[in-house]
Nanobody, 117 residues
Framework: QVHLVESGGGLVQPGGSLRLACAAS????????IGWYRQAPGKQRELVAR???????NYVDFVKGRFTISRDGAKNTVYLQMNSLKPEDTAVYYC???????????WGQGTQVTVSS
């Protein structure tokens, strides 16, 4: 069983920055892709950024140039640095680990990000 715990959310003004963290219960990066998703009220959950097992980064268009995904293997933690935040970035942000060998998915509990003046 894999446990993921997100942190770092909060209230920030437009143009501000936040860094989210996703702490895993063990060393999982070599076996899984880690993704950050978000879900705004009344909308479906959507992918924001992903880091693959071999370290490749993928971003959706609406965050390119503003968000950066990274990881610290020693801390079993994946980060999402979010800059130039916009009100439309307001959502609950979730961390996901997908294991290709077993096709298992694990989710964290989410962290709220609110961008408002």
């Amino acid at each position: 069983q894999v446990h993921l715990v997100e942190s770092g959310g909060g209230l920030v003004q437009p143009g501000g920055s936040l860094r989210l963290a996703c702490a895993a219960s063990g060393s999982i990066f070599s076996a899984s892709d880690i993704g950050w998703y978000r879900q705004a009220p009344g909308k479906q959950r959507e992918l924001v950024a992903r880091m693959t097992r071999d370290g490749r980064r993928n971003y959706v268009d609406f965050v390119k140039g503003r968000f950066t995904i990274s990881r610290d293997g020693a801390k079993n933690t994946v980060y999402l640095q979010m800059n130039s935040l916009k009100p439309e970035d307001t959502a609950v942000y979730y961390c996901n680990a997908h294991f290709w060998l077993t096709n298992d998915d694990y989710w964290g509990q989410g962290t709220q990000v609110t961008v408002s003046s």
